[in-house]
């Protein structure tokens, strides 16, 4: 008798630079969400897709969840908690160098209104000693019933296997939703224009990062030269943050295509032609049109 398929959705939730991404990345095996060592990197909800013989578990990567200072922020943090009511499964992903945080419980206080089993996931467990774990663990369970307690380290793959072996112990029996080869649902221009957002993330610094947003304003493939052209522009809200992108003689500009490019490029399995632009649109993360033209929210909300 074969065994029986099963397939759900599971939500990686957690405060702001925990890891999540860095942990959707190292399940699937190739990046989809970017990374950086700066808060709130993720805005949208990333669906990452893993599939075997046994299972599929479609994950959902949120933005970090914290106190919301603009109207992306609000949105971002109601993208996230919303999500709780739509899955399988919630991963509620710590950090353990950072143990727990005011943070943490805003989270909880969220999670108990759940009727989806939690795990709590302690991410990060080889930047502390092993000894450190337990009062850790006894913390977060005095706080909330969790279904399974992992430990793990995403960076290092430490445990990642564990953890996909209690996931699929959680999951109900149910179809294949997506082709075994597929990872995201997510089309190639979003994920173009976060990898263009990453690099911006690592090479710039202070509020630039969070002020930025990226639009695709046209892509061309031509299939004869393998070869595809995309013009994008980076939106900023001062003429401040627009000089540091761009950068003297454009320097600035030229790196972040540089190393935009070259991922783009494994990507698509083409050569790339990137041009990129900066634009200064004034506080757009507190303009409802722009971040729905910005994606940020659904036309129809």
Known sequence: MSQLFKSGFAAIVGRPNVGKSTLLNRVLGQKIAIMSDKAQTTRNKIHGIYTNEEEQVIFIDTPGIHKPKHRLGEVMTSMALDTLNEVDLVLFLIDAEQGYGRGDQFIIDFLKNTESPVFLVINKIDKVHPDDLLPLIDRYRSLY?????????????????????????????????????????????????????????????????????????????????????????????????????????????????????????????????????????????????????????????
Request: charged share 35%; hydrophobic share 35%.
């Open 145 to 301: 019933k969790f279904a399974e307690v992992i430990p793990l380290s995403a960076l290092q793959g430490q445990n990642v296997n564990a953890l996909l072996e209690q996931i699929r112990d959680y999951l109900p029996e149910g179809p294949k939703y997506y082709p075994e080869d597929q990872i995201t649902d997510h089309p190639e221009r979003f994920i173009i224009t976060e990898l263009i957002r990453e690099k911006i993330l690592q090479l710039t610094r202070d509020e630039v990062p969070h002020s930025i947003a990226v639009v695709i304003d046209q892509m061309k493939t031509d299939e004869t030269r393998k070869k595809s052209e995309i013009q994008a522009t980076i939106m900023v809200e001062r003429p401040s943050q627009k000089g540091i992108i761009i950068g003297k003689s454009g320097s600035m500009l030229k790196q972040i295509g540089t190393l935009a490019r070259k991922e783009i490029e494994a990507l698509l399995g083409d050569k790339v032609f990137l041009e990129l632009w900066v634009k200064v649109d004034k506080n757009w993360r507190d303009k409802e049109e722009e971040l729905k033209n910005f994606g940020y929210i659904n036309r129809d909300e």
